[in-house]
């Protein structure tokens, strides 16, 4: 099966910074997918990518695509107090539907 | 407004008492999933139902059960023989082996 590596774990950082995150696969996808997780709540898609080499933007989140296939990066711009939460990539769907999930990036922000 | 309703938001089991998680969806989508999700830890799939009437073992379905009866509905049961229930449990639906959207998941706690 799909293993998917994120890291990293967890990171502190002041409002205003970049932050950056990138998941590597075991196996060539062709999707990535990006959700955050706000505290108490269920994931939301940030950002889905289907191509390799794609940079897709959403405000202040970019996410690429690798040309590897396998991996890819999200990056948040100027954080802000909201950005805080879990952020998780998965691969494609199998055939069930199922989709693996990496093991999240917890985003802590302070002022 | 479609989407994912999970009920209740916060729920108290007691000791050898089965408890129901409802989740009901009105995208029409054909895929359902229940994951658990630990503290600081990532998504593991207990079931998923590709379509009513059908539905197959997650990865940690062991204490736990479901049933599709309608494609609005995939409700799940934490039976007794889960000896670990406390978690917070987040239910997702898909069409087609597309990406999963979220319900804003139950909080179940053992007294």
């Known amino acids: 099966g799909q293993q998917l590596n994120q890291s990293p774990q967890s990171m502190f950082i002041q409002e205003g910074e970049d932050v950056s995150m990138n998941c590597t696969s075991s196996s060539i996808f062709n999707t990535w997918l990006w959700y955050k997780q706000d505290p108490g709540e269920g994931p939301v898609l940030l950002i889905a990518?289907?191509?390799?080499?794609e940079l897709t933007s959403n405000g202040r989140l970019t996410a690429q695509f690798g040309i590897t296939r396998k991996d890819s990066f999200l990056n948040i711009s100027a954080s802000i107090p909201s950005d805080v939460g879990i952020y998780f990539c998965?691969?494609?769907?199998?055939?069930?539907?199922?989709?693996?999930f990496g093991a999240g990036t917890q985003v802590v922000v302070t002022p | 407004d479609g989407g994912i309703t999970q009920s209740p938001k916060y729920l108290f089991r007691k000791e050898g008492q089965n408890v129901t998680l409802s989740c009901e969806q009105n995208l029409n989508h054909d895929a359902m999933y229940w994951y658990r999700q630990d503290p600081g830890q990532g998504l593991r799939l207990i079931y998923y139902s590709q379509i009513v009437n059908d539905f197959q073992k997650g990865d940690i379905a062991e204490g736990y059960s479901v049933s599709r009866e309608k494609k609005e509905s995939f409700p799940l049961t934490v039976t007794s023989a889960q000896k670990n229930p406390t978690a917070f449990y987040l239910c997702a639906s898909s069409t087609n082996q597309e990406t999963q959207y979220f319900g804003p998941g139950t909080r179940l706690l053992v007294l």
């Open positions: 998965a691969g494609p769907p199998d055939s069930w539907g199922k989709l693996q």
């Open positions: 990518l289907y191509k390799a080499g």
